[in-house]
Nanobody
Framework: QVQLVESGGRLVQAGGSLRLSCAAS????????MGWFRQAPGKEREFVAA????????YYAVSVKGRFTISRDNAKNTVYLQMNSLKPEDTAVYYC???????????????????WGQGTQVTVSS
C-alpha cells in the first residue's frame, strides 16, 4: 500500500524559510515523478514543483522558481521542498503526490498523479 506522509508545515514570518518532507513507502518510486502541489482557501490546487526520482530532473512553477528547491533522498525514500523567502501568498496546504509516468506531458497537472498525501499546512504571516 502506497503511503505519502508530509511533515514540516507551520506558521512562519514573511521572508523566512521552511523545509517540507514527504516520506514515501509501499513500492519502489524509481520510475516515478514526485510532485508538490498547494491549495489556498478558496483557490484551486496548483502545481509547485516536481522531480524525477531517477535522474533528479526538477520542474518549478514560475511563482516559486528561485525561492523553492525540490530534492530527494534515495536512502530515506523522502522528497523535500525547501522554501526560502516565503511570502504571505505562499500560505496554503501543501500536498505531496506521486505519478507513475515519466512523460513531461501532464507533469504540472494534479489529475495525472496517482497517489497523494494528506497535506501539511504552511502559513506565512506578514
Amino acid at each position: 500500500q502506497v503511503q505519502l506522509v508530509e511533515s514540516g508545515g507551520r506558521l512562519v514570518q514573511a521572508g523566512g524559510s521552511l523545509r517540507l518532507s514527504c516520506a514515501a513507502s509501499g513500492r519502489s518510486f524509481s520510475s516515478y515523478v514526485m510532485g508538490w502541489f498547494r491549495q489556498a482557501p478558496g483557490k484551486e490546487r496548483e502545481f509547485v514543483a516536481a522531480i524525477r526520482w531517477s535522474g533528479g530532473s526538477t520542474y518549478y512553477a514560475v511563482s516559486v522558481k528561485g525561492r523553492f528547491t525540490i530534492s530527494r533522498d534515495n536512502a530515506k525514500n523522502t522528497v523535500y521542498l525547501q522554501m526560502n523567502s516565503l511570502k504571505p501568498e505562499d500560505t496554503a496546504v501543501y500536498y505531496c503526490a506521486a505519478r507513475g509516468s515519466l512523460l513531461y506531458s501532464g507533469m504540472y497537472d494534479g489529475g495525472q498523479y496517482d497517489y497523494w498525501g494528506q497535506g501539511t499546512q504552511v502559513t506565512v504571516s506578514s
